[in-house]
């Protein structure tokens, strides 16, 4: 019995010296349902892409009928600036794991160049400076020497293993490219890790392309809303992982419902997405649940995530300045 205790622990402390020092990187980045509302995530080449200032903060709840859920928390900034010829913005994010055993930070620096091909194209080029911070905090762990076969956990754990925090630098180069009411993007994260791939630190470079475009059914006039449908696909690749979100949003003057599918290339469907978004004056709310497409969905209760939108400091439009056409939430 206490070589078997001896093994445990020696098994979680392997476990956790591999997730803290990344010798074998099996890392992903967190994954998000509104893709368009955390638009700085997804590709950091958007700063500055509206008229009008934009403050954006997020909540995403990851399986919360397990006991821990993945709980991540996201905020962002930015705007345009006729000075710098383009716009800049900053974000951050907290992502949780295992009741607060993971924990992850990262903080976005983003500037993003404007080249104004003509007054119906535009070509954004962008670079993001990040600091990531991850940490392992052991103090609530349950080792097998601290539980009673008939009381449950009653013993203190005998070895002290201090929280243990890493900071490291990273950086991402981004595009997006508009034509009337189409566009598409790449964003390419983690590039240190594709220059020194050994680099124990540093998350494995993700690649992120995307296309859409709005098509207005019925144009906006004094008598009738506007109708909009918005198709968009998203493909990611991060080391192994591969993923496809697909679907469309149907844009009914100030609210906009979409239907979105999240698979690999191989069609195992991960999730079907279900979105509403509203606005309210400046304000953008959004809620989306993910329905899970397997038998884990009676146990993990899917995934709600939320956002709100607040848009400010708005310019008049010029005549000569495009702005994407992509989805306004």
């Not at 205790?5 to 967190?30: C, E, H, M, P, Y």
């Not at 638009?39 to 919360?64: E, F, I, T």
């Not at 976005?108 to 007054?119: A, C, G, L, R, T």
């Not at 050994?198 to 992120?208: A, V």
């Amino acid at each position: 019995m206490v070589r078997i205790k001896k093994n445990i622990r020696f098994s979680w402390l392997i476990t956790l010296f591999v997730l803290i020092s990344g010798n074998v990187i099996v890392a992903q980045d967190v994954q998000f349902s509104q893709l368009f509302s955390d638009r700085l995530y997804l590709n950091p080449a958007y700063a500055g892409a509206d008229y009008c200032s934009r403050l954006m903060v997020s909540y995403r709840n990851q399986w919360p009928g397990i006991q821990f859920p993945y709980v991540t928390y996201s905020a962002s900034y930015d705007q345009y600036s006729e000075l710098l010829h383009g716009g800049y913005g900053i974000r951050l994010m907290k992502d949780d794991q295992g009741g607060g055993v993971f924990k992850m930070f990262n903080a976005d620096f983003i500037y993003s160049h404007k080249v104004e091909i003509n007054p119906e194209t535009s070509l954004r080029l962008a670079l993001e400076a990040s600091i990531y911070q991850r940490s392992v905090n052991t103090n609530d762990l349950v080792f097998a020497d601290m539980i009673d076969p008939r009381y449950g956990v009653i013993f203190p754990n005998s070895e002290s293993i201090n929280t243990q925090s890493i900071l490291t630098p990273d950086f991402s180069a981004a595009m997006l490219f508009n034509r009337k009411n189409y566009f598409l993007g790449v964003n390419v994260s983690h590039i240190p890790h594709s220059i020194v791939p050994e680099h124990s630190l540093i998350l494995p470079m993700k690649i992120t392309a995307h296309v859409g475009a709005a098509f207005p059914i019925i144009k906006n006039d004094s008598k009738r809303p506007s109708y909009i449908l918005e198709p968009n696909v998203v493909y990611i690749r991060q080391q192994n992982f591969n993923m496809l979100f697909y679907g469309m949003y149907f844009d009914v003057s100030s609210i906009a419902l979409g239907v979105f599918y999240r698979q690999d290339l191989k069609f195992h469907f991960d999730a079907m997405i279900l979105s509403f978004h509203m606005d309210i004056k400046q304000f953008k709310i959004g809620y989306s649940y993910d329905v899970t497409m397997s038998r884990f969905l009676k146990h993990s209760l899917g995934s709600h995530e939320i956002s709100l939108i607040y848009l400010f400091n708005c310019r008049k439009k010029i005549k000569d300045y495009s702005t994407i056409s992509c989805p306004v939430f």
